[in-house]
């Protein structure tokens, strides 16, 4: 990281950023070029390595014990700060003694069980002191689970954005199975708008969509891919992504964006983190007059991650 530019390190920070890390410790550092800021970032790097190692083990330890949800949890809280790796393993040590302190217990009462429930006097007395209690455990667990669920026939209320103008300041959401429609009011809107500068993000290959939807060669078009070109962002590269859209926005008055291709970079990556990613370019569109359209295939997402998009996007469908 030693020869990192600027850019770089940005990248870098709005990277951990959008997966959930707390950044500010390496804000001071963005815009210096001392050995200070620099070792600043390759210590949060290696800290960072180190935390997903530690996000592993706690996956484990969730997948493999039950009644520990609450320290588990308080764990996974403290990951997002890889400033604090020393603090975190101890919490992850002790977590791990009593999970095994509970499973040496639990082993130890279900052999005492067993034999107690060998002769054949016993077994009666034991197994309705045991079935009782199993069944009031799981009925309200059962009701716990079901709860949320209750929400989502009340919710399916259509959006009140539906129609809305394309307006400077706002993000926009266009349920678009192949995306067709999107580029088509893209291209309108700004062949109609000579002040407005354009930019499209897409994981269409750009000269056939230059060929199709008769693009100018001054429009910047950037390809989601992993091949080696001038012209491609790789998907997983979500900081990159991110500062090359803040770049543009501040360079012109009014810009206009297309980020087509949220599916593909929730297969790469995952959903919380594209998500907080659209939320980060959302605050960026609204402060700085932008705008910006998403087109989304809604069959392509469950309908909670969907609607929680819709949250933060004005729905507009034509």
Avoid at 117 to 132: C, K, Y
Avoid at 140 to 156: F, G, H, K
Wanted: glycine content about 4%.
């Amino acid at each position: 990281m030693t020869n990192d530019s600027k850019d770089d390190l940005k990248s870098k920070y709005f990277q951990w950023k959008v997966e959930g890390y707390e950044v500010a410790s390496l804000e001071p550092h963005l815009d210096t070029d001392n050995s200070e800021g620099t070792k600043a970032f390759e210590e949060f790097e290696k800290n960072v390595g180190l935390v997903k190692k530690m996000e592993e083990d706690i996956k484990l330890l969730a997948e493999e014990s039950e009644g520990f949800e609450e320290d588990i949890q308080a764990v996974r809280n403290k990951l997002k700060n890889p400033t604090k790796t020393q603090e975190i393993a101890r919490d992850i040590h002790k977590l791990k003694g009593k999970v095994k302190e509970n499973m040496f217990v639990t082993m130890m009462q279900g052999g005492f069980h067993v034999i107690a429930d060998e002769p054949e006097e016993t077994a009666p007395s034991s197994t309705p002191e045991q079935s009782s209690p199993a069944t009031p455990a799981s009925t309200p667990t059962q009701a716990a689970v079901s709860a949320p669920a209750q929400p989502t026939p009340a919710v399916p209320a259509q959006p009140k954005n539906e129609g809305a103008e394309i307006k400077p300041g706002f993000s926009y959401l266009m349920k678009d199975d192949t995306s067709e429609k999107t580029y088509e009011i893209f291209k309108e809107y700004i062949n109609s708008h000579e002040d407005v500068k354009g930019m499209i993000i897409t994981r269409d290959f750009p000269e056939n969509l230059r060929k199709t939807y008769g693009f100018k060669e001054d429009m910047q078009i950037f390809w989601l891919s992993n091949m080696e070109k001038d012209f491609a962002i790789k998907p997983v590269d979500l900081g990159q992504l991110f500062l090359q859209i803040e770049s543009f926005i501040n360079e012109y008055d009014f810009s206009f964006i297309l980020l087509s291709g949220m599916e593909y970079l929730i297969t790469q990556n995952n959903y919380v983190s594209v998500l907080k990613f659209l939320q980060l370019v959302n605050e960026q569109v609204a402060v700085q007059g932008a705008a910006l359209l998403v087109p989304i295939s809604p069959a392509t997402l469950d309908t909670q991650d969907l609607k929680l998009i819709e949250r933060e996007l004005k729905v507009i469908n034509k």
